[in-house]
């Protein structure tokens, strides 16, 4: 564990915030214990390592580093706000997930030589160029449901795809057993804190613009995004206003924090697929609460019109889930301002 990196076995604590039931972190004894006991200073201690985050902005791989942001002056005046607009699909894998695998695998002592993981498509994508690039198998499971371009590109990155269960979730549980089974490794986002720590390279980025961001606002499917870049905005810039967004259809990752323990929902029926999570992932869930300050639920209609807005006023294509951010902003008028208003396009494997 990194000198940045400390761990609180007690969990987490939340509570509801205001009349449209956002999530505001409030930590648990614990935490604060653990606050003043290690450092003066009121931000809550990182679960993740603040110099492997800024490692991987340095080391992964070059193709997945520095990508355009820019205020996006058209999306801004359509919203009725600043809008900081970082751009994560001008990639092989058009997303964000590169970053997370790259810096893993960089970071493995003794790689073996076959994989195993489960994804909706953009993590197994990434998870595929990063194996490739060092002659490993990769074995990945996705839903029956499994968006068939997201598995075309899996299978041409090299790996090998096995459809199974009903959902992501589902598919989780047949890849955890084969691993078991095959005696292979089981790589899963949101648990690997490399994963979390690679994308955390994205808000190393934004917090080089010279003008302080207000808030951000992430998507959150496993965790591993918001957790990493929470992570680095706690520290770099400790007044930014860090915002999740869940799928309203998909609130899992939303009713685990609010209950202090991993809430599984029945289903998770949305068009994000990205962020489709039904079980969450614990040790993602301790990551996030010291670093988040809220998180937002969004619907269907909103992320329709986000991808559509996304495309008409900046010429991106945007997948939903990649464009969750702009939905939290067209739903939630408080989210606009005042000052400067990150968000991220890191999909668009529609």
């Known amino acids: 564990m990194g000198q940045g990196r400390a761990r609180v076995d007690e969990g987490w604590g939340w509570r509801t915030g205001s009349s449209r039931s956002t999530i505001i972190v409030a930590a648990r004894s614990a935490l604060a214990a653990a606050r003043s006991a290690h450092s003066p200073s009121p931000s809550p201690i990182p679960l993740l390592d603040l110099d492997s985050i800024a490692r991987a902005s340095r080391d992964i791989d070059a193709v997945f580093r520095n990508t355009p942001q820019f205020e996006a002056d058209a999306l801004g005046r359509r919203l009725g706000a600043r809008v900081l607009l970082k751009v994560e699909t001008v990639n092989p894998i058009r997303s964000f997930k590169g970053r997370g695998t790259d810096y893993f695998l ?98 190393v980025e934004l917090t080089a613009n010279v003008e302080p961001i207000h808030s951000v606002v992430v998507p959150l499917g496993n965790g591993a995004l918001l957790g990493g870049m929470g992570t680095w905005f706690r520290h770099a810039s400790p007044s930014t206003r860090i915002v999740g967004v869940c799928a309203a259809a998909a609130p899992a990752m939303r009713e685990s924090l609010l209950a202090g323990r991993p809430v599984e929902t029945k289903d998770a029926r949305t068009i994000a697929d990205g962020i489709a999570v039904r079980v969450p992932v614990p040790e993602a869930l301790a990551y996030l609460a010291p670093v988040v300050d809220e998180v937002v639920l969004v619907s269907e209609s909103s992320l329709r019109q986000a991808m559509s807005m996304m495309l008409d006023a900046t010429g991106l294509v945007g997948e939903p889930a990649g464009v969750a951010g702009i939905a939290a902003l067209i739903e939630h008028e408080d989210l606009r301002g005042p000052g400067l208003v990150a968000t991220l396009l890191c999909g668009s494997n529609q």
């Not at 994989?115 to 490993?136: D, K």
């Open 106 to 203: 960089r970071t493995t002592a003794d790689l073996p030589k076959k994989l195993v993981t489960a994804s909706a498509g953009n993590f197994g994508q990434g998870l595929a160029w990063a194996a490739r690039a060092r002659g490993l198998s990769l074995v990945v499971f996705a839903a029956e449901s499994a968006n068939a371009f997201k598995v075309a590109r899996m299978k041409d990155l090299g790996a090998a795809v096995q459809l199974a269960g009903r959902d992501f979730d589902d598919a989780k549980a047949h890849a955890r057993a084969y691993a078991e089974r095959e005696g292979v490794p089981f790589v899963e986002d949101g648990r690997e804190p490399a994963i979390a720590e690679g994308a955390g390279s994205i808000a």
